[in-house]
């Protein structure tokens, strides 16, 4: 049985792209609710209450953060220690505490600390855009999107069937672990890709020569297979120290995949070989919300489309009507690293190209992979 959702007051310690998101998908489907916005930028906190999505805007944390339904911490995690510190004095015991950080470690340790395990539960939401800030926030952004929460056992479950309730309100998949088994699937599935994807970017560029042919080689399939490198070193920086262990393990367990690969193709080991590949495809094609084949040059955009009846139908509709093929489309449930809700993708870049344009003609926000 899923729990009737009672928050109707909300804070932010913070607001950039995903903070934003979330507030404004608050304010699309309660539009009475009270939304406090804290944020160190006046230029932020201007523009969220001009547009609406922020009832009362602050720029300190202090009284007015009390009696709030729900907190949410949207700063790097540093800044979210400070903030909670600085909340403490003014957190009503029903308030519930959450995140939206990409390593969740960190800040439970942090609120232990504190004394106010009982009422934190972690978030991360798995949407992101190449764009950042504010001003590039949607209500949409985390539509169909798994978004994760954390727990330890001194939570009590009541809030976290809330946020659960909450998660399911905005439009997001929300699934459930403790922080540990978090920052390990977050490890294999993101952190470490990212470490390796520019490794593999800086073992190309040290080998090319003085005319980058290489780099000028690299636009299809290797650009499609590093297009993740092109994310924030700051954010990354950070990411490495506070997952530091468990990307460490898993990096480990790669080196000794990657030596035993080594070893296959040093021995001609041609069946062997043929297995490590095998596996790895019939592994990648069960993967439900991503196109296979991430080697091959694909041409491909993303759009963000509403979670409404007949909304991907219509998106469809409207370029078949002007003959474009489509070769492969999907939700994209976790996007990290995709800029858009609907993927789509095409035979060839003429048919991107015009359905680019057509879709732009239409209102709709398309997105290219880097």
Not at 201 to 228: E, H, P, S, W, Y
């Amino acid at each position: 049985m899923q729990t009737t959702l009672s928050y109707s007051s909300y804070g932010f310690a913070g607001l950039g792209l995903i903070g934003g998101s979330i507030a404004r998908a608050i304010r699309a489907v309660q539009p009475d609710a009270r939304i406090l916005v804290y944020d160190p930028d006046d230029a932020t906190l201007a523009y969220a209450e001009k547009d609406g999505v922020a009832s009362d805007v602050t720029s300190l944390i202090g009284p007015k953060f009390t009696n709030l339904d729900v907190i949410f911490l949207c700063a790097p995690v540093t800044e979210n220690n400070k903030n909670l510190e600085l909340l403490l004095p003014h957190l009503s015991g029903d308030t519930t505490l959450t995140d939206i950080g990409s390593v969740k470690g960190a800040i439970h340790k942090k609120v232990i600390e504190l004394g106010i395990e009982g009422q934190f539960v972690g978030g991360h939401p798995m949407a992101g855009s190449e764009r950042r800030g504010y001003a590039n926030a949607s209500e949409t952004l985390l539509e169909n999107a798994y978004y994760c929460l954390t727990h330890t056992d001194g939570v009590e479950p009541v809030r976290i069937a809330e946020m659960e309730a909450f998660v399911r309100m905005i439009g997001a998949i929300p699934v459930s672990f403790t922080a540990a088994e978090h920052d390990f699937v977050t490890g294999a599935v993101s952190h470490v890709p990212h470490v390796i994807s520019a490794a593999l970017v800086n073992l190309v560029r040290d080998a090319d020569d003085k005319d980058d042919t290489l780099k000028r080689i690299a636009a299809g399939g290797f650009k499609d297979i590093t297009r993740i490198s092109s994310s924030s070193p700051a954010m990354w920086q950070q990411i490495c120290e506070e997952n530091r262990d468990v990307i460490v393990e898993l990096l480990d367990r790669y080196l000794e995949r990657l030596n035993n690969a080594r070893d296959l193709i040093a021995n001609r080991s041609a069946n062997s070989i043929y297995s490590f590949f095998e596996e790895a495809r019939a592994y990648r094609e069960s993967f439900t919300d991503t196109v296979a084949g991430p080697i091959t040059q694909q041409f491909l955009l993303y759009v963000d489309i509403r979670d409404t009846a007949g909304a991907l139908s219509n998106t469809i509709k409207l370029l078949s009507d002007i003959g474009i093929n489509l070769k492969n489309i999907g939700i994209t449930h976790n996007r990290e690293a995709a800029f858009g809700s609907l993927m789509i993708e095409f035979y060839d870049n003429t048919a991107r190209n015009l359905a680019i344009n057509t879709l732009r003609a239409n209102g709709y926000i398309v997105s290219l992979p880097e």
